[in-house]
C-alpha cells in the first residue's frame, strides 16, 4: 500500500514537480490490480502521455518499474506493454528483537518476502549490546542473501517489544530494557552501518504488515500475542499512535485489579492471563482475559474488527469461542453490530515483514530519491 500524497502550500520548484509526478506514476502503478500501459497512467493521473512516457522511462531504468512483454496481437494496433513495480532493484531489511527469538525478512519493492531467517533463543539474560550484535550479525546474512539476487537493501527498521520514542527504545518490561538508543548500537555494527536504520514498536509494525499485505480492513486493531501482548489501530488506512507514539499497550491493562504482579510494576494485567506463558498453561482463562480486555477498546473506540497475531494467530481456533463469548457479553452494541475476530494472515511473521515493508516504503513515496542515488 503507497503513502498518500499531500499537497502544499509552499511554491513548489521544478524538481519538486518532477518528485510529485514520479511518486505519482510508480503509486498509480502499484495499486493497480493488473499491469498498466503507459496510456492507463496517463489517463488515471490526468498527466500527459508524453510526461507519463519520461516518467516511466526514468522509473524503468532506475529498477522500479518493469515493462512486461505485450500480449500476442489479436487485432490491429500495436498491443500494449504493461509496467508493473520491479521485483529487482531496491528492497528493505527487516529485524526483529523479541523476548524468545531474533528475527531477519528482505522484502522487495512489490512487496514479496525473499528472505527470511529467525534464531529461537531467550533474549532476556543478553542484554541490549549483545541481542542486537545477534540481531546484526542475522541482518548480515539476510543482506548477502539479498545481494545474490540482485537487490540493494535501501534501509533497515527494528521491531522492538517496548515503548519507543526518537528512536530510543524506552521501556520493553519483558526485555529489561530502558533507554536503549537502538539504532545507535546497530549502526555502530560493521554489518548495517551504511544502512539508515529506523526502530518501531513490534505490534504498529505488525499492524502495517497486515494491512499492506490483506488490505482488506480499512479500520481494526492488531494485537500481537507473544511473551508480551501489544496493539496496533489503524483507522482508515491509518496507523493511530497516540499523542507521544505509545498508543497500544493492551498488555498492561488491568483485567484483575487483584491479580498476580506484572514486570511492568503493576497487578493483574492481561500480560499475567493471556501472556505465551500463561496462555500454555490455562487457554480458557487466557481466552476470557482477552475478550475482557478486547470488549473494553471495542466500548470506548469502536473498531468493526479484531486482528489476533503473534501466537494468538496459531491458537486461534482454540481462542475464539472463548473470546467471542465475552465480547457479546460486554461490548454494548454486539447485538446490532458484532465485531468481526479473525487470525492475522501474516501469522507470526507480521512485525518482521512490516518492519521489511516499512523500510522499502521510502522508496515507493519518493521514489527520486532513489533514482538520485541510482544514478
Known amino acids: 500500500m503507497m503513502a498518500r500524497l ?58 522500479l518499474l518493469t515493462e512486461l512483454d505485450p500480449p500476442p496481437r489479436t487485432g490491429a494496433g500495436r498491443p500494449a506493454v504493461g509496467l508493473t513495480l520491479s521485483a529487482t532493484g531496491p528492497a528493505g531489511l527487516g529485524l526483529e528483537i523479541n523476548v524468545d527469538y531474533l528475527a531477519a525478512c528482505v522484502v522487495d519493492l512489490t512487496g514479496a518476502v525473499r528472505h527470511r531467517f529467525i534464531e529461537h533463543a531467550d533474549q532476556r539474560p543478553a ?43 524506552l521501556q520493553a518490561p519483558n526485555l529489561g530494557w530502558q533507554n536503549v538508543d537502538a539504532p545507535a548500537l546497530l549502526r555502530g555494527l560493521p554489518e548495517l552501518a551504511d544502512l539508515p536504520i529506523t526502530v518501531d514498536n513490534e505490534a504498529n509494525l505488525a499492524a502495517l504488515g497486515e494491512l499492506r499485505v490483506t488490505g482488506t480492513e480499512p479500520t481494526f486493531l492488531y ?13 482508515d488506512g491509518e496507523l493511530y499512535r497516540g499523542a507521544r507514539g505509545w498508543s497500544g499497550e493492551i498488555g498492561h491493562v488491568t483485567v484483575f485489579p487483584d491479580g498476580p504482579p506484572c514486570r511492568c510494576g503493576a497487578a493483574g494485567c492481561l500480560e499475567q492471563y493471556a501472556g505465551q506463558e500463561a496462555l500454555a498453561e490455562d487457554e480458557p482463562r487466557a481466552a476470557a482475559a482477552l475478550g475482557i480486555a478486547l ?6 473506540l469502536d473498531v468493526p474488527a479484531i486482528v489476533l497475531g503473534g501466537v494468538y494467530a496459531t491458537y486461534f481456533d482454540r481462542l475464539r469461542e ?26 507470526t511473521n507480521a512485525a518482521v515483514r512490516g518492519a521489511a515493508d516499512t523500510a522499502v516504503q521510502q522508496v515507493r513515496d519518493d521514489p527520486a530519491v532513489w533514482l538520485r542515488r541510482a544514478g
Open 322 to 347: 472463548g473470546i467471542e463469548a465475552e465480547l457479546r457479553r460486554r461490548v454494548l452494541t454486539s447485538e446490532l453490530a458484532p465485531v468481526t475476530l479473525r487470525a492475522a494472515r501474516l501469522g
Open 295 to 300: 470488549s473494553a477498546v471495542v466500548n470506548l
Open 223 to 235: 494485537v500481537s500475542g507473544e511473551i508480551g501482548i501489544g496493539a496496533g489501530l489503524v483507522i
Open 127 to 169: 542484554g541490549p549490546y549483545a541481542a542486537l550484535s545477534a540481531l546484526g550479525r542475522l541482518g548480515a546474512r539476510a543482506r548477502l542473501a539479498a545481494k545474490a539476487d540482485g537487490l540493494v537493501v535501501v534501509g533497515a527498521t527494528l521491531a522492538v517489544p517496548g515503548l519507543v520514542s526518537t528512536g530510543f527504545v
Open 6 to 63: 499531500t499537497s502544499s502550500s509552499a511554491p513548489v520548484r521544478q524538481s519538486n514537480v518532477r518528485a510529485h509526478n514520479l511518486a505519482l506514476a510508480l503509486h498509480t502503478v502499484a495499486n493497480s490490480a493488473d499491469p498498466m500501459s503507459r496510456s492507463a497512467v496517463a489517463a488515471t493521473t490526468g498527466l500527459t502521455r508524453a510526461t507519463v512516457s519520461a516518467l516511466v522511462d526514468e522509473l524503468v531504468a532506475g529498477g
